[in-house]
């Protein structure tokens, strides 16, 4: 709740601060002025979901050492917030004082408004004479507005004890970005050593066992946000992120999940409403009506933002002729009715849509064993020799089959699935069986894993080694869809949108456990308005 407090001195009080030591430099965090481990904002400071008008902050206070992430200790306190039209903090514009305590592991989450459109802010947070590094955001375009350009940061599987987050730093370091998208398993909830770099721990995660309980979670949380480059990241630029599955257990459905035995560690419901409660305590994203994820942000005329939760309401994982059963689903009737009306009545030249699992069709029936083995455990191909993807869009044929069928029968054009999960690099055309005689309903952009292995660290061999490479094109000859795919590098997408295309580049990293990676621009694709065939592109986009 947010402690009654006069506005107008706390704007006094912003203004006779402003020069304090205390007062991080920069225009956003950078690793050298992240804080200390035995601060008091020692897990950084964040911002999400901005709208027109507003933005979402977020943060994390330290009161006593004995208040570490799930401890349930530390006094309650109150943490004040002002925001700022420049980084000395000289024109506070709002501020206000927000009270946290153990019941909510500390953490600050803080919607502000009446901010102007298209317009970039610098925040910060103060408790204890101490102020928080200083963050920066900008607000959305307004819906109507006319838009130039558009440039978001696109992730996905951040494994902490896989390697170190270089393709976060790498980001943080461009200055043209608008947005971070972040489509899913954001962290893991495995203990040390359960799923690590190809059989090598980079780094040891907190805690050391497999997360179950509120207090195991929120560690968890608290573990990844001390990371310097995630914390430079956040401070620099605003996220949307939605979830996967390993932000409760794998492969988790409506009604369970894979790596969760009931007998052994307790029930279901429980865990997954301890990780949804940690959650959303420790990420800046905005919720609906019973903590609805799936939600859209709009940037002006250019392009709309569709966020999907595709975990909450999915059947549970089938095989067989039950992945055409029509009363199965990956999104649930609500979701889905709210995804195809959206799309279709969007008046934003681009819908984008942020879509946690692969969209396209992978027909992997004709590939060797050898590509099979390690490929099928990065799409869930089953043992038994069924050659389906089952945890994807792939096990829920009908769900894709309405959804692709109603952007041909309406006529809607410009969309474009943003995707993660399968760690690997791709460029698809989006089509069903009964439809791949028409053009494309779609293309879909999938980035690569931060960290989390992929098909060279299952082999056991270096990155662009001849198996994967010959993996890759056997993949593009037996899925003429799938125009592009890269199954060894690790980092991220860049997606830059004009009113005439909208484009994808891939970045990876020359050493995911080396925190001072470089980078190499891979490859580009783009789609142009209008159309659905996809372009490759021979230089980066910049």
């Known amino acids: 709740m947010t402690t009654p407090i006069d506005r107008r001195t706390v704007?006094?009080?912003?203004?006779?601060?402003?020069?304090?030591?205390?007062l991080a430099g920069a225009v956003a965090i950078t690793p050298a002025t992240a804080q200390s481990p035995g601060a008091t904002f020692r897990h950084g400071v964040a911002s999400g979901d901005p709208t027109?008008?507003?933005?979402?902050l977020w943060t994390r206070v330290t009161p006593s050492e004995d208040a570490l992430p799930g401890s349930g200790a530390g006094p309650d306190v109150t943490v004040t917030w002002q925001v700022a039209s420049d980084p000395e903090f000289t024109t506070v514009i709002d501020a206000g004082a927000v009270a946290t305590g153990a019941a909510r592991d500390h953490t600050v989450k803080v919607e502000i408004t009446g901010l102007a459109a298209a317009t970039g802010y610098w925040y910060r947070f103060g408790c204890q004479d101490t102020w928080s590094p200083i963050g920066h955001a900008r607000t959305a375009p307004g819906a109507d507005a006319p838009v130039d350009q558009l440039r978001f940061g696109v992730v996905s599987c951040s494994n902490w004890e896989a390697g170190h987050f270089a393709a976060y730093r790498q980001l943080a370091r461009r200055d043209d970005l608008d947005l971070i998208v972040h489509l899913g398993d954001y962290l893991y909830e495995y203990g040390t050593g359960e799923f690590d770099a190809g059989g090598r721990v980079v780094r040891p995660v907190r805690p050391a066992h497999e997360v179950l309980t509120l207090a195991d979670y929120?560690?968890?949380?608290?573990?990844?946000?001390?990371?310097?480059?995630?914390?430079?990241?956040?401070?620099?630029?605003?996220?949307?992120?939605t979830w996967d599955d390993h932000e409760v257990a794998n492969d988790q459905w409506s009604g369970g999940a894979e790596n969760h035995t009931p007998g052994t560690e307790g029930d279901w419901s429980r865990r997954l409403a301890a990780a949804r409660q940690a959650y959303f305590e420790w990420m800046p994203v905005r919720t609906g009506p019973a903590g609805r994820i799936y939600r859209r942000l709009r940037f002006g005329t250019l392009a709309e933002l569709s966020l999907l939760d595709l975990r909450t309401y999915r059947s549970q994982q089938a095989s067989g002729s039950d992945v055409d059963d029509r009363s199965r689903t990956i999104t649930g009737a609500d979701q889905m009715g709210w995804l195809r009306d959206g799309l279709a009545s969007s008046n934003a030249q681009w819908k984008l849509v942020g879509n946690p699992v692969m969209m396209a069709r992978l027909d992997v029936g004709s590939l060797p064993a050898w590509l099979l083995g390690p490929l099928g455990r990065l799409l869930g191909v089953p043992q038994n020799g069924l050659v389906l993807n089952v945890d994807q869009w792939d096990g829920y044929n009908a769900d894709r089959n309405t959804l692709v069928n109603h952007l041909l029968a309406t006529g809607t054009r410009d969309v474009v699935f943003l995707t993660g999960d399968i760690h690997t690099s791709w460029a698809n055309e989006i089509t069903t069986r009964s439809t791949a005689g028409r053009p494309p309903a779609a293309v879909e952009f999938v980035v690569p894993s931060v960290t989390s292995d992929n098909v060279d660290d299952f082999l056991g061999l270096p990155a662009g080694n001849a198996l994967s490479t010959l993996g890759a094109g056997l993949v593009r000859l037996t899925n003429p869809h799938v125009r592009w795919t890269e199954l060894d590098g690790h980092g991220y997408g860049l997606l830059d949108v004009t009113a005439e295309r909208c484009r994808m580049d891939w970045y990876h990293l020359a050493d995911r456990a080396d925190a001072g990676?470089?980078?190499?621009?891979?490859?580009?694709?783009?789609?142009a308005a209008g159309a659905t065939q996809l372009h490759r592109e021979d230089t980066p986009s910049g």
Do not use: F, M, N
């Open 11 to 22: 704007l006094r009080i912003a203004g006779a601060s402003a020069g304090t030591t205390a």
């Open 52 to 56: 027109p008008d507003g933005i979402l």
């Open 517 to 527: 990676s470089t980078e190499t621009w891979v490859a580009g694709w783009s789609v």
């Open 218 to 241: 929120r560690a968890r949380h608290g573990c990844y946000k001390t990371d310097p480059e995630l914390q430079a990241l956040h401070a620099a630029v605003p996220w949307a992120i």
